[in-house]
């Protein structure tokens, strides 16, 4: 059981980062595999059931109480694995005061101030776990998706920070994923004309952190930073496309600049909005040379961006048009996961157990830099 108890952080919250987080703290991979979200989602299912929390698992008792009934969890990991989880506390003390010294915080899922915009439309597939840097404050301020391609022309480069900069004029937060091209571009034009941002990163939070552009908006509270990724995780596909959701999610309402068509991240996070997750109204860039990727996501029910020339204008479509958040059916919209235990009644357990890899495309190093450099 833990080899050390925490001083800073909820008991609860230890547990689930224990449970939940690979704790890479300097190294290349996690000493054991952390609990997917399918995985822990049946687990604190079951707690909940039997009116006990993640922190009780901190207790040895806790977990000989599951003995009998982990065959019906429905998981293919062991009961041995959840100890051996339990077991790294000095590893997450070493994790945290590594962290600590990078102005990183972390935030678990029944925290009070963990962000409701996630926990109302992403309900029991909000992350168990995330860290950011930055106003956490602002992961509930909503604003403006803008995403699209890595690689684009100069003259989209333009249009985008453009839409940054007129967002800023109106007070609208720009939430994008922090890589090159159309990402950066958005948050820069945003942060240039004294606008704010959040950067949904799906990797490298800690070099994000360290990064001498963004040490002025992240200070003065222009700039947050987020990830439901260890901070010092490297890229893969998959982490690509559950930053995309969480990119939506924190929105309340979301531009594509431009998209391949029939693949790529942001096709199939477009997509994913589109047909199934619905968490902020899509729109789609209409002046211009748009290509088949922008005209297939108009066809799949995006809507066209209206170009607004005025602050008011896009206030407009940005607020005005968003559709409400819905509440969850016995339970209190804004309560999912903030009492204990960790799940509320009424939320149904997910299917998979493992995350979707991303269109089956060659995995790449990401490549975060300052939005406010180049």
């Not at 000989?64 to 065959?71: C, F, P």
């Amino acid at each position: 059981m833990p080899d050390v108890r925490i001083d800073g952080i909820s008991p609860n919250a230890q547990a689930i980062l224990l449970l939940t987080a690979p704790l890479l703290a300097g190294r290349s991979r996690p000493s054991v595999r952390p609990l997917s979200l399918g995985d822990y989602n049946k687990l604190v299912r079951h707690l909940h059931d039997t009116e006990k929390q993640p922190a009780d698992l901190l207790d040895p008792e806790g977990v000989r109480e599951l003995d009998n009934a982990w065959s019906g969890l429905k998981t293919r990991r062991t009961l041995e694995d959840v100890r051996r989880l339990l077991e790294r506390g000095f590893l997450l003390a070493q994790a945290l005061e590594r962290w600590s010294a990078r102005a990183i915080w972390v935030v678990t899922r029944p925290d009070g101030d963990y962000p409701d915009r996630l926990r109302k439309k992403m309900r029991n597939k909000a992350p168990p776990v995330l860290y950011g840097c930055g106003d956490r404050a602002a992961l509930d301020g909503g604003g403006l998706a803008v995403v699209g391609s890595r690689k684009v022309n100069e003259e989209l480069t333009e249009y985008t920070e453009r839409v940054g900069q007129l967002a800023a004029e109106a007070q609208v937060q720009i939430v994008s994923g922090g890589a090159r091209g159309v990402d950066q571009a958005a948050m820069r034009g945003s942060l240039e004309a004294g606008g704010r941002a959040v950067g949904v990163l799906g990797n490298n939070l800690e070099r994000a952190a360290l990064d001498r552009g963004n040490r002025e908006p992240l200070m003065d509270g222009r700039l947050v930073l987020v990830s439901s990724f260890d901070p010092a995780v490297r890229f893969r596909g998959w982490q690509a496309m559950e930053r995309n959701k969480q990119i939506y999610a924190l929105a309340d309402a979301a531009l594509v600049v431009n998209s391949d068509h029939g693949h790529g991240g942001t096709w199939a996070g477009a997509t994913e909005q589109l047909g199934k997750l619905r968490y902020a109204p899509v729109y789609v860039r209409s002046n211009g040379e748009r290509g088949r990727g922008l005209d297939g996501l108009v066809a799949r029910g995006a809507g066209e961006w209206r170009e607004p020339k005025t602050p008011s204008e896009l206030r407009e479509i940005v607020f005005d048009d968003a559709s409400p958040v819905p509440a969850l059916a016995g339970s209190p919209q804004g309560e999912l996961f903030r009492s204990e235990p960790e799940v509320a009644p009424g939320v149904s357990a997910v299917r998979e157990s493992e995350p979707a890899v991303l269109d089956e495309q060659p995995v790449v190093e990401d490549d975060f830099e300052s939005p406010t450099e180049g």
